[in-house]
């Protein structure tokens, strides 16, 4: 077909259709569309084709019966469709049959493993529970335990408290208590050598001072 | 997408969108090349080009007979009585003649006159063939009397 596009095109230029490159190439090309009727068909009158009288008669006959089974496998095939299909009632039927039967199988299953795990928790609350019993027994004496040791040691303090109350101050003994606290005085104007003695009195000569006291000597003098 | 592109992702072996609304066909697309045809059976929208995407290829059918003089089909005969028992599905003359072969169908009428004409034209030509070897024995038998009635005369 480009070879006749090439032909259209250079018609009428210095170029003619032998000098193209590819002449060699043999291809019968086809009439391109915009091209006319070939002279040769221009004025061809095509012959009418006329079907014998009992042939066609037979043709008609067939074509009848023909049509009639057409119809009848395609009603067929629609039917067939049709009881596949989803809307069909039949189908529907079908569809919620197995649905039941499957929701019936699952509660079945269901209850059987509801069942399996009921006996497993009865076991295990029964052994919970056992533990428990024991576990509050224990805290129970681990109370009282606590509890009568707290006893003691509240009984052991009120006894210190008893023992303490004899050294303590009372309305009866506060002036003899303030006497002695009056009568007993305590010079801390004093000091202290690397030895250990003490020298009395806040200007004191240590060399001239008559009350050194070894704390040597008054341990010892203790002893 | 343009047409050419759509054909070109879209291979030729079906696929194609199926819209309810419309008019679907059993035909043959022609594929093969010049002067070696080759046919898909397809189920395409009507108003489709030939070789348009279809929506389903249901077979194939070489119209070339083999060494063995055979023409080769090939039917997905449970696609195709899908497609038989669906609404408004046309099927063309030709696709009938194979399905009716096939025993899908009944035979198309258009077998029929095929097989009729092809029958009448079988029995002239052996007609032709026998009035020739007729002839040709009366010749002969002719040219072996001439001879006879040459020398007898003689």
Known sequence: MSRELLKVFIKGSELSASSLPFTHISVRYRKPIWLPTAPSKRFRVPTRLVLPTHEKRELDRLTKNYKTYNKAMLAYHTDINSKQSVTDPGVIEAQRRAEEEDWEQSINLNNEWNAEVAIEREQRLAIEKEQKVLQILAQKKAKEQKEKEDLEKAEQAVQAEIENSKTFITRDNIDHYIEQALSSHVDYNFAIDKEGNVYQGKKANPKSSKEVTSENEEVAAKN | ?154
């Open chain 2, 1 to 154: 997408m343009p047409r050419h592109l759509f054909k070109f992702f879209f291979p030729a072996s079906g696929g194609a969108k199926v819209m309810e609304s419309r008019n679907k066909s059993i035909r043959l697309a022609r594929y093969g090349c010049t002067n070696r045809p080759f046919y898909h059976i397809v189920v395409i929208h009507t108003r489709m080009g030939r070789n348009d995407h279809p929506i389903e290829q249901l077979g194939t059918f070489d119209p070339s007979a083999n060494e063995f003089h055979e023409k080769l089909v090939s039917l997905n005969i449970e696609r195709i009585r899908y497609w038989l028992g669906t609404q408004n599905i046309h099927i063309t003359n030709q696709v009938r003649e194979l399905f009716g072969l096939a025993g899908l169908f009944p035979i198309y009428h258009r077998t029929y006159m095929k097989a009729w004409r092809n029958r009448a034209r079988a029995e002239t030509h052996i007609e032709k063939q026998k009035e020739e070897k007729l002839k040709q024995e009366q010749e002969e038998k002719e040219k072996e009397e001439a001879p006879k009635e040459a020398t007898g005369s003689g």
